[in-house]
């Protein structure tokens, strides 16, 4: 004879022990380790917590010669989006005022009472020293770079890039980014003919303003300037969005007001 209460309870049992083994394997399995992540969404992950979106900071860049001579300017860094980015000069006072506007692959600086911006190059430097114009008023690393390959070198991830056009400073870099944190440690910069520009090194991870943990150091030096040595320090970060005609040519003469 059939016993419907039975094979009712045998059923209730299974399904009972199929829901703790559900239960069971989601807590002994762990989240995707950081190690799963593409190359791509690891980029992506540093762009992230070394400029976190529309913001504005503060950075001092300090120019060391061989003889030990120094000269230091104070800029205030304003970006916008994926392509938009303005520094203005606060000192020295013979700079105050003096102002650049980045739009993609374009950059002009503007000189108060001298007229119209002029246009810039991503290789110059308006300050001199191993930063160049495109360090200065950089773009997230994924806007202008694809991954090109992702190892581990000394404990961290190594990723290879290479530029996504030729207008871009540089044609391929080396980057590599500690795994807990991810942001990078160091960057070296080479050229088409494989040639070795510069190096970036990243320090003092902290929080640099508005709970954004990030390196607020970056020192270069280049085998094209022996002695030489460029320093960029990062500090006051806001999360800030300025309307659109901000990052415009029109709006240069007037940036100074915004502070």
Known sequence: MFNWKRNKGNAMRK???SVCGLVLWALLVPALPVSAMTGQEILERVDHNLQPGDLEMYRKIINIEPDGRKKEYALWFLKKDRDKVVTIFISPASEAGRATLRQGDNMWLFIPNVGKPIRITSMQSVVGGVFN???IMRLDYNVEYNVAGLSEDQGQFLLDLKAKSGAVAY?????WVLKDKLVPTKIECFAATGMLIKTLYFKEVKDIGD?????AVTETDSPLYK???????SA???KRTLPDEVFTLNYMPRLKALR
Not at 211 to 215: F, L, T
């Open 15 to 17: 399904w009972l022990s």
């Open 133 to 135: 114009n495109a360090d």
């Open 171 to 175: 044609d391929r870099l080396k980057m």
């Open 211 to 215: 709970g954004v943990v990030g390196p």
């Open 227 to 233: 002695g030489y040595k460029s320093i960029l320090i």
């Open 236 to 238: 006051k970060l806001k």
